[in-house]
C-alpha cells in the first residue's frame, strides 16, 4: 500500500500528550494504515520542557504559541491535548487554517463553546475527531456489536460510574499544573465534565440518545488555595455529581462520578440489562466482559467472563495471541488507527466534534438540573 506522510502538530505534552504521541508512533507497527503519522512539531509554553519532550518521543521541533503551530503550512492535522479552557480557541484557529483537528475531550467547557467548534470544522471541512477513547477498548467495542446484533433484546437499565479519590484532602489546592482539573474556570465543571462525559459518550454510543436527566452536584470542599494567586478561593467545580436519565429507546439509567470514593482510583464501570442477556464492563479489568445469557441452558447459566484477546474479537489480530492482553494506551493506536484508515477512504470516523457536542448538551443539561432541582431536557435533540 502507498503510505502518505501525516504532519502532526500536538498541543501539550502532559498525560495525554504522552498517550496520543505514544499512538501515533506505534500505530503502524500494528496496523496496516494508509497514512504515516510524522511527529513533526510538539507545543507549549516552557520551550525547555517542551524540548525534552520532543527528544524524548521524536518530535522534530517544537513552538511555544500554539497560534505560530496553527500557522505553519508543513502541519497537517492539530492534536489539542492541553487543558479544556484552550479547546475551543485552538480548534477553531486550526479549523480555519484548513487543519485536520483532533481534540481530547470533553470537546468545549460548554455546548455552546462546542457548537462553535462543530461550526468550525464543518464549515471547513476537514477531518476532526474527540479523544473518547473508551469506544476502542476491544471489551466495549464487542458490547456495542452484541447490541446491535439483538442480544440482549429490549434494553430495560443502563448504569455507568467513574470513581476516583484524588482530591479528598482540603490541602489540596486548586488551579496551576496537574491541578487545573479544580479550577471551574479552565476546566468548565469538576467530575461532570471530566469524568461522567466518558460515561456518557459511551453510553450515546451503546444505547442512543437521551432525553431527560434529573441530577444533583456536590461541592464538598468549598475553598481552596488557588496555586496561581496564592489566595483562598471558592471552589467552582462540582466533587461528585449524580443523575437519573431516561434514554430514547425507553431505558431507564443511572450515573454517577465522584473524586471522593476513598479506595477507588479509576473505577469505570457500565452495565447494560436487556430482556435476554446483561452485559458489564469494568475499566480496571479493562480486557474483559462479562456476559449472562437468559437463553443459555438453566443448570450451567450465569455470569461468563469473556476473556478478550482472541484474534476474532475486536482489533485484537493486530496485537499478540490468543490470551495475551492489551491494556489503555492501546485504546488511542486504535483510535489513531480508525482515524488514518477512515480519511482515507473519505469518512471521518466517529467520535468527531458532532458527537463530542451530543455529550456536551447532556453535560450542561445535567449541571442546569443541579441547580433547578428540575429533570431537564437535552437541548437540542441529539
Ligand atoms: N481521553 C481521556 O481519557 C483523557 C484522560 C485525561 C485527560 N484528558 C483530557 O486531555 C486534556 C489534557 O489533560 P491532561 O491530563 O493531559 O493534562 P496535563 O495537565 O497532564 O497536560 C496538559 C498540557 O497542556 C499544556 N498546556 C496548558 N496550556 C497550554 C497552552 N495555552 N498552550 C500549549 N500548551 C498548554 C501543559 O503545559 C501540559 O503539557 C484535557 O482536556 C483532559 O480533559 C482526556
Not at 230 to 241: E, L, P, R, T
Not at 358 to 367: C, E, F, I, K, S
Amino acid at each position: 500500500m502507498e503510505t502518505k506522510k501525516l504532519n502532526i502538530g500536538l498541543v501539550g505534552y502532559g498525560f495525554m500528550g504522552r498517550t496520543h504521541s505514544n499512538a501515533y508512533r506505534s500505530v503502524r507497527n500494528f496496523f496496516d494504515v494508509p497514512y504515516e503519522p510524522v511527529l513533526k512539531a510538539v507545543c507549549a509554553r516552557n520551550p525547555e520542557r517542551a524540548q525534552a519532550f520532543a527528544n524524548t518521543w521524536g518530535y522534530e521541533s517544537i513552538e511555544s504559541d500554539w497560534r505560530s503551530l496553527v500557522k505553519r503550512a508543513d502541519i497537517d492535522l492539530i492534536d489539542i491535548a492541553s487543558p479544556n479552557d484552550t479547546h475551543a480557541e485552538i480548534a477553531i484557529a486550526a479549523a480555519d487554517a484548513g487543519k485536520m483537528v483532533l481534540c481530547e475531550k470533553p470537546l468545549g467547557r460548554t455546548a455552546a463553546e462546542a457548537k462553535a467548534m462543530v461550526d468550525a470544522v464543518e464549515k471547513a471541512g476537514v477531518p476532526n475527531m474527540v479523544w473518547y477513547n473508551y469506544r476502542r477498548v476491544p471489551a466495549v467495542v464487542l458490547a456495542k456489536q452484541l447490541i446491535d446484533e439483538g442480544r440482549l433484546g429490549r434494553i430495560f437499565h443502563y448504569r455507568a460510574k467513574f470513581l476516583q479519590d484524588w482530591t479528598i484532602s482540603q490541602d489540596l489546592p486548586q488551579g496551576g499544573e496537574g491541578l487545573w482539573r479544580l479550577d471551574a474556570g479552565v476546566a468548565g465543571s469538576g467530575v461532570t465534565g471530566d469524568l461522567l462525559a466518558h460515561c456518557i459518550d459511551t453510553a450515546l454510543w451503546l444505547n442512543g440518545p437521551i432525553q431527560r436527566v434529573t441530577a444533583m452536584t456536590e461541592t464538598f470542599i468549598k475553598e481552596r488555595k488557588h496555586t496561581l494567586t496564592g489566595k483562598v478561593q471558592k471552589v467552582g467545580i462540582d466533587d461528585a455529581s449524580a443523575f437519573l436519565a431516561r434514554f430514547g429507546n425507553g431505558s431507564l439509567a443511572t450515573f454517577e462520578a465522584t473524586r471522593y470514593a476513598r479506595g477507588h482510583k479509576a473505577l469505570y464501570t457500565l452495565e447494560i440489562n436487556g430482556e435476554n442477556a446483561s452485559i458489564l464492563w469494568d475499566l480496571e479489568d479493562l480486557h474483559r466482559l462479562q456476559y449472562f445469557d437468559h437463553g443459555d441452558e438453566g443448570r450451567l447459566r450465569g455470569w461468563r467472563s469473556i476473556h478478550i484477546t482472541d484474534s476474532d474479537h475486536p482489533y485484537m489480530k493486530h496485537w499478540w495471541v490468543p490470551g495475551l492482553q492489551i491494556g489503555y494506551e492501546h485504546t488511542f493506536i486504535h483510535q489513531v488507527a480508525d482515524f488514518l484508515q477512515g480519511i482515507s477512504e473519505g469518512q471521518n470516523p466517529s467520535p468527531t466534534f458532532r458527537d463530542g457536542l451530543a455529550t456536551d448538551y447532556v453535560t450542561d443539561a445535567v449541571l442546569k438540573s443541579a441547580r433547578s432541582g428540575e429533570w431537564e431536557g437535552i437541548e437540542p435533540e441529539n
